[in-house]
């Protein structure tokens, strides 16, 4: 029997991942075609268009490594760059590879559905188109799924709401506005000084305080980034080895082993370099021990008070309820020094609970904050939100988000028992946000696209991840975890954020270097833990 296919491998989104797998796969003379919801590539950096959104990683580790010359020919701006120019990359790379041709825009995809008889996915759209094809692989995200906040009456208020994620693409003026923003993780502090250099009146509703570093962001010169590109081979092998995926270095310490001075030294000299990664990792047991988490709490705290005139305000800021890092530690430009403004002023929903939105503005139990327009910086349904949403079906019919209600199971992020042929990139139980997301997602790209031709060459056509390999991955995971003080966190890493989600450490926190490292011998050692057959013959459609 044979049938006929659209594509040999469908790609679902056109970020970093999409794009570089879509690339990959053409290089390796498979035929791809990529569904993508948005207008144009980029993922992430075309939703999050806010003012102030840059990224968190340096732009020079933050970009693709794969191709020498696209690496020798950009030159970044600033250390950390701004949404514009992360958009303007993302474009460059698309015309320089030609990947439009292979891209249908604006195509939301609602499900996937995989068949038994003829090992082949058919994916549907909204707008009720059909696509076939032997493999799928779905680049969708770790943070493209917003939250929907549950906020009382939020629907009935009378002016604008706008989320980061979907920032209006013209720019907005906000002078003469009374604006409300919700929300102060990376996104809400990322905004939230830009917002109050314009508006009339800035009201910040904080639930959880984040701690946050001052990113000392600045233009990046010629000589260092000559300097990189002179170094790049190295510097990316090493971060592709290292912890984060990011090759930075650690004192070798503990944190409790030395003397309060030597310890402050070190600390200061990390804390001025803005880098959140190193300064999380700078001793060795920061992020194991309670009692050495505390001295980096403390740390931060003190720049906090520092840098917040009102002490009263500086205490509300301070986080108190979790170890420091194990939610994102964000970093920021002139934060903390917003509240010494005139015109802002925070919101503790801790000692002033939100009770409604109403069609003014938001009420609190101590009385009503009228506004004119409410900015949502509530975040995401993290890392499986992507899939969840789409109705995908594996063997026997079965929804993945249902597999997912009790708990999230994958072999290595990157499969999934019961959905055969289908990749996740960056999926859960894999390093992803704990890392730069790039040496992640390239190494997920290269293990996935390298995969499907390795199948092609034997003539093999489905592949699945084995109920057992899963399993004592996810036990892997968890014990990794343990060990860590990422579970004492009600964060989006342990899928806290999102109510009835599975309560269970989302990212790998086992290391990159390690991780790829194993994931490599898998692959070496004939794909363990994966079942291999061979299947129906399939012609490919031209
Ligand atoms: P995305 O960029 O999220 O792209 C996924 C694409 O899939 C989107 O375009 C989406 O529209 C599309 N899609 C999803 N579902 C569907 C569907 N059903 N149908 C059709 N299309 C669909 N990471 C870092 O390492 N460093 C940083 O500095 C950093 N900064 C960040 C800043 C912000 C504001 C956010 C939100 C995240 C940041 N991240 C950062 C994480 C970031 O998401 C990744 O670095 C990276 O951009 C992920 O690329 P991706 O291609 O895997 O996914
Ligand atoms: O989302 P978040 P984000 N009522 O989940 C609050 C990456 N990123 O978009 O924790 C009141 O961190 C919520 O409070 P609480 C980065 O990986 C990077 O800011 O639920 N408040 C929290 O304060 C980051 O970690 C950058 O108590 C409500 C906030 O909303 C990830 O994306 C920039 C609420 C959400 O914070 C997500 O960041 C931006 C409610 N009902 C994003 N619901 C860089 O810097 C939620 N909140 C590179």
New binding site residues.
Partial sequence: MSHSLDSEVLI???????MYALHRLRKLGLNATV????EDVG????W?RYPG?R???ESLH?SYSFDEDLQEEWTWSERYAAQPELLSYARHVADRFDLRKDIRFG???ESAEFDESTHQWTLSTSAGQTFTSRFLIM??????APKTPDIPGLENFRGEIISTFDWPEEKRDFSGQRVAVIGTGS?GIQVIPELAKTAEELFIFQRTPSYSLPAFNRPLSREESEEFKRSAAQIRAAARDSLDGLALENSGKSALEISAEEREEIFSAVYNQGSPFKFQGIFTDQMFQEEANRTAADFVAAKIAERVDDPDIARALTPTSYPIATRRLCIDTNYYETYNRDNVTLVDLLSDPLTQVTEQGLQTEAGLHEVDIIVLATGFDAITG?LSR?DIRGTGGRLLREKWADKISTYLGLMINGYPNLFT??GPLSPS?LS???VS?EHHVEWITDCIAHLDQQGLSRIEASAEAEAEWGEHVNEVAAQTLFPQANSWYMGANVAGKSRQILPYVGGVGNYRRRTLEIAADGYRGFELQSQPSVVIAN
């Fill in positions: 679902v989104g056109a970020g970093w991942s999409g569904l993508e919801a948005a993922g992430t950096w075309f999050n959104a990224c968190d990683i933050y195509v939301w995809v680049a969708t995200g770790s943070l493209s996104s992507a789409i990139v960056t946000v730069n997301m790039m997602l």
